[in-house]
């Protein structure tokens, strides 16, 4: 079959361009080849896979496939936290109970990528730094209290800040509250991915800007790529919400492109005007407001606006768009900062489904996946894409028990209306947001 669903934005992300060490040159698949395992995907999820695979089976060849150079997909893309908090705050005791698996794992994905960074020297800025759950509205600050009310029943170290407060650490008083978290991981994403994919076990190879044109389902399966074929008996998909590309989980995965602007670094009097934190990050309480990050390198990215994923093609006039509200959203909260210099605007795909679900496990004789985030996705894409290994090994690890205890995607039953009714809610959460965004 032929494979036409890509995300389709050629242009880097500012992280990518910013990216502390250059990535090394460019492996492409060529000509006829075989090995024991592919994992095609070079995010979060499909590096821990072919890590995991290659510490479990040193001795098999692993061959990790991805369409971009690895840090420019969605992984490279994303605001750079690696949160440990669920956000499910709103829960009942049997979510309660899901929350206390997440938090854990999202620790032990932490815990592991901490690890690799410090074993591989991987240059991403990365430091705990914690993150500030705020809010510009009396809606945002009711919805600090199941924050406050979740951190409590999971015993996770919050503080409750105020106006003055929130200036003194931030240098804005356009916010009227917040949470302040300090589990949270805070780095620089592309430079994170390309860090972890070219620091592989020996037994892997890396073939990045090999899109799979065509796949011929076996066992063994047969990757076609623009310059090459390769076959193997088994295959893993960390290919998030361009799966139904594949031809699996139709009607499972939702598809939503966000936008997002980084600066140019910032001058010594614009900088004594952002307060006394040198690197935060700043998520909302509610949905869809701004996500804001002061960088270790000095510079602000503001990250808002969303649309329907259906059409794959990231445009011109949409940045444009997006650029202008990321400008005004830093003028809004920073006036006195004066003009900033935009290094670029991208948009970046997220992959949701209807009960806020990953797909997990099996998909035919010999082909595995793991995919669907639902955001939070540097530690969910990082523990799933380990144990996603474990178990395609038949493995019978606690993680793969941890994660069988969780719920599959769903089908969301709209069939062709999906988009139609995914643009009406995002615009509708957007409106709600108001000063959030």
Not at 61 to 72: C, F, I
Not at 227 to 254: H, K, M, Q, S
């Amino acid at each position: 079959m032929q494979i036409s669903v890509f995300p389709q934005d050629p242009r880097p992300s500012g992280w990518y361009m910013t990216m502390p060490s250059p990535p090394p040159p460019v492996r492409r698949l060529e000509g006829q080849q075989v090995a024991d395992w592919v994992v095609v995907g070079a995010g979060f999820t499909g590096v821990a896979a072919a890590r995991r695979l290659a510490e479990l089976v040193p001795d098999a060849r692993v061959v990790l496939l991805e369409a971009q150079r690895a840090g420019m997909g969605a992984s490279g893309r994303n605001s750079g936290f690696v949160i440990d908090a669920p956000h499910n705050a709103d829960a009942s005791a049997a979510e309660m109970e899901a929350n206390r698996r997440v938090l854990k794992l999202n620790r032990f994905a932490i815990d592991w990528l901490e690890e690799l960074v410090e074993k591989h020297q991987i240059r991403c800025h990365w430091a705990r730094r914690g993150q500030y759950r705020v809010a510009a509205t009396p809606a945002g600050s009711k919805g600090a209290e199941p924050i406050l009310t979740l951190a409590e029943k999971l015993r996770l170290e919050s503080e409750r800040l105020n106006r003055d407060q929130i200036s003194a650490r931030l240098g804005t008083r356009y916010y009227q509250d917040a949470v302040y978290q300090p589990g949270t991981v805070l780095m620089q994403p592309a430079a994170l991915v390309s860090g972890l994919a070219h620091s592989m076990p020996a037994n892997v190879d890396v073939f990045e800007e090999s899109p799979v044109i065509g796949f011929d389902t076996g066992p063994p399966h047969r990757l076609q790529t623009p310059e090459g074929e390769i076959t193997t008996p088994r295959l893993i998909l960390a290919t998030n919400g361009f799966t139904d590309g594949w031809g699996y989980l139709e009607n499972r995965l939702v598809r939503l492109v966000t936008y997002a602007s980084l600066t140019e670094p910032l001058s010594e009097r614009q900088l004594r005007q952002l307060g006394s934190d040198p690197n935060w990050g700043v998520t909302c309480t509610i949905r869809m407001g701004s996500t804001v990050r002061r960088t270790a390198d000095n510079r602000l990215m503001m990250r808002n606006c969303f649309r329907y994923g259906g059409e794959t093609a990231v445009g011109d006039r949409e940045l444009a768009r997006a650029r202008k509200s990321h400008l005004k959203s830093i003028a809004d909260r920073y006036p006195d900062l004066g003009p900033v210099e935009i290094v670029t605007t991208w948009g970046g795909f997220v992959c949701v489904s209807v009960n806020s679900a990953p797909y997990w496990g099996g998909l035919g004789p010999g082909i595995f996946a793991s995919v669907c985030c639902n955001g939070v996705g540097v530690p969910k894409g990082t523990f799933a894409g380990r144990a996603i290994a474990e178990y395609a090994l038949g493995r019978q690890t606690e993680l793969v028990r941890e994660m069988m205890t969780f719920p599959q995607a769903a089908k969301h039953g709209l069939g062709p209306l999906i988009g139609a009714a995914t643009s009406l809610r995002l615009a509708w959460s957007q409106y709600q947001a108001g000063k959030e965004h």
